[in-house]
């Protein structure tokens, strides 16, 4: 269950994230992730919530760039096909997973990696080639489906492949999507599907991902984002090795 008495700090920590994501076109799902691991919160249940979230967060992102932005339709087709094998098998991971000591360690190990990944970005000069898109596809899928964060691969390639910042930012939107809906499939087929109570918490942060959102997306033109990057980035990077410990500590006899 989804205790109440965490909703305060879970929107707090919502309206970071929409704001993260508006600003830099990713981190919503891994910033959510990463602080509500910090409750009692069933991890499985939680990220249903991001899920529904994320619905609202791309549509409001992709609504606010329409103008700015020219969408790789071919891109958008690979990474899919990647996103269509890999999203099942994360879902797969935690939803077996979600409960155990091993889910908070690898989920402490993705935080890590993903946050040295941004901090110590590597400068890709050359096209990626389109066949890196479906590998690409897989191991973002694989992450949207058992952390609802599958950023990292899937940027690393689309910025390969397009230097202008907002038309990436347009197609990893849309990529987003569809794993986000691929993953909601997934969910009520195969998992516990999505509750009332699920739907009235993610129902109630529709105007707080909405707003911060659109204020990310509206600043994102006026400032730098390295050094909000790093602050954002090296918190995830804490909570990875913290989760990591309690992991470790829990594996423990």
């Known amino acids: 269950m989804l205790d109440l008495q965490y909703i305060i700090y879970v929107e707090l920590i919502v309206a970071f994230a929409a704001f993260a994501q508006g600003f830099t076109g990713l981190g919503f799902g891994i910033i959510a992730i990463a602080g509500i691991a910090f409750t009692p919160w069933d991890l ?33 087709g690979i990474i899919l096909a990647g996103e269509s094998v890999g999203v099942p098998i994360g879902y797969w991971f935690i939803f077996t997973f979600g409960n155990r000591p091993v889910f908070r360690l690898v989920l402490g190990m993705v935080l890590l990696i993903f946050a040295l990944h941004v901090l110590f970005r590597p400068s ?20 949207a489906g058992a952390f609802t964060a599958g950023g990292p691969p899937l940027a690393l390639f689309v910025y390969s492949r397009q230097k202008n910042p907002a038309d990436a930012k347009g197609t990893l939107q849309i990529v987003f999507m569809a794993a ?74």
């Open 44 to 76: 499985e249940r939680a990220s249903v919530v991001t899920n529904i979230l994320l619905i609202v967060l791309n549509c409001t992102i992709i609504y606010a760039g329409r103008k700015d932005s020219k969408i790789d339709w071919k891109l958008v």
């Open 180 to 253: 986000t809906l691929w993953r909601l499939f997934n969910i009520i087929l195969f998992g516990k599907g999505v509750s009332l109570e699920v739907f009235r918490i993610a129902a109630l942060s529709f105007p707080v991902v909405i707003i911060f959102a659109i204020m990310g997306y509206i600043l994102t033109k006026h400032l730098s984002n390295e050094t909000f990057l790093k602050i954002v980035y090296t918190l995830i990077g804490s909570a990875g090795v913290l989760n990591m410990l309690k992991g470790l500590l829990l594996m423990s006899p």
């Open 124 to 143: 890709i000069r050359k096209k990626l080639h389109m066949a890196v898109g479906i590998a690409a596809g897989i191991a973002g899928g694989f992450f």
